[in-house]
């Protein structure tokens, strides 16, 4: 049999590493891995002009696409990118926001409106606290949130307010000056001190256990799709690259277990990762479908909520079907 050869454009991590490395191997196929840190770049060309044959991709913009029959690729359930999200949502001291009903008529920055991390965190606003898109202003900053930078075409809903900040304010410095009340972030913010910027949940640790206890979501950011001309061609690709990173998956988690302290030189790392298996066992970063079904059904929900979707998307239409 001729050996694929796939172009194969992610970002570099605990989880890829062994891919990279070649520590494990597909059957069949020739991978060249193009490691970057910058995620958005990829999936931008991927989903302008379909560059790589398979790539990692932003989950919310895949259900856009998938929504709007767009995509030239399919996903497998494979999450290489997964954070919880209410430690990710900061406000100025000045702003009297101190729980989450108080961000009803605030003023909201997010980098772009449709990005997964802002996705979730809207998500969890909604269900958990009853505060709903359309109760703040949201107001999005260059280089993301501009319809330039947008490959899927994005109508808001009518009842939700987005505002675009020039280009040169970030939204850091406009939380920390008080030109808006609260940021929804994928990362950290610079103007993040813990006294004139903090976290909208200071305990948020604690908050995010007590979520994934009740509803048993580990937040899914990203997964990797394959393009379809390659599976058309090769749909056994699927199931192989799925196995891939399973093992990927294994092996580094193996590895931690074994030598965590070592390799990563932060104190109480074995605690912490002890504490994480005790709360969400062993495999606490899960892929396949079965597996993170009611996740990704919330995804889905949230996506047609939000107005991603014009509907519900059913979860088992999202993958390739044989690498269940």
């Known amino acids: 049999m001729t050996r694929k050869r796939l172009a194969f454009a992610c970002d570099l991590n605990v989880l890829t590493w062994p891919v990279y490395e070649g520590l494990v191997e597909p059957s069949g196929i020739d991978l060249n891995f193009l490691a970057t840190n910058d995620v958005v770049d990829i999936f931008n060309r991927m989903i302008r002009h379909q560059e790589f044959e398979c790539s990692e991709m932003s989950m919310s913009s895949y259900l856009m696409a998938c ?36 961000l009803r008529g605030t003023d909201v920055g997010v980098p772009s409106y449709t990005m997964t991390a802002a996705l979730w965190a809207r998500g969890v606003l909604q269900h958990e606290y009853d505060v709903h898109s359309a109760d703040v202003t949201w107001y999005q900053a260059s280089p993301q949130g501009t319809a330039a930078d947008d490959p899927l075409a994005f109508d808001y809903p009518e009842d939700v307010t987005v505002e675009q900040k020039p280009a040169g304010e970030t939204l850091s410095d406009l939380l920390a000056a008080g030109e808006l009340d609260a940021l929804v972030s994928p990362k950290v913010p610079p103007s993040y001190d813990g006294e004139h910027v903090r976290r909208l949940f200071p305990n948020y640790r604690a908050v995010e256990a007590e979520y994934y206890d009740r509803t048993g979501h580990f937040p899914i950011m990203h997964t990797i799709v394959v393009r379809d001309d390659v599976l058309d061609e090769s749909p056994w690709v699927a199931s192989e690259l799925t196995t891939l990173f399973d093992r990927a998956k294994e092996m580094m988690f193996e590895e931690l277990r074994a030598t965590s302290q070592r390799r990563l030189s932060i104190p109480w790392v074995a605690h912490t990762l002890e504490d994480v298996e005790a709360r ?23 996506a047609y909520e939000q107005g991603f979707t014009s509907e519900k998307l059913a979860v088992d239409d999202l993958f390739a079907p044989n690498c269940y």
């Open 280 to 302: 969400m066992g062993e495999d606490f970063w899960p892929y396949g479908v079965a597996e993170n079904e009611d996740t990704l059904d919330a995804m889905t929900a949230f």
């Open 67 to 102: 929504d709007r029959d767009a995509p030239q690729f399919t996903a497998i359930p494979v999450f290489p990118s997964r954070v919880f999200r209410h430690g990710f949502i900061f406000v100025n001291a000045d702003s009297g926001i101190e729980k989450p009903a108080d």
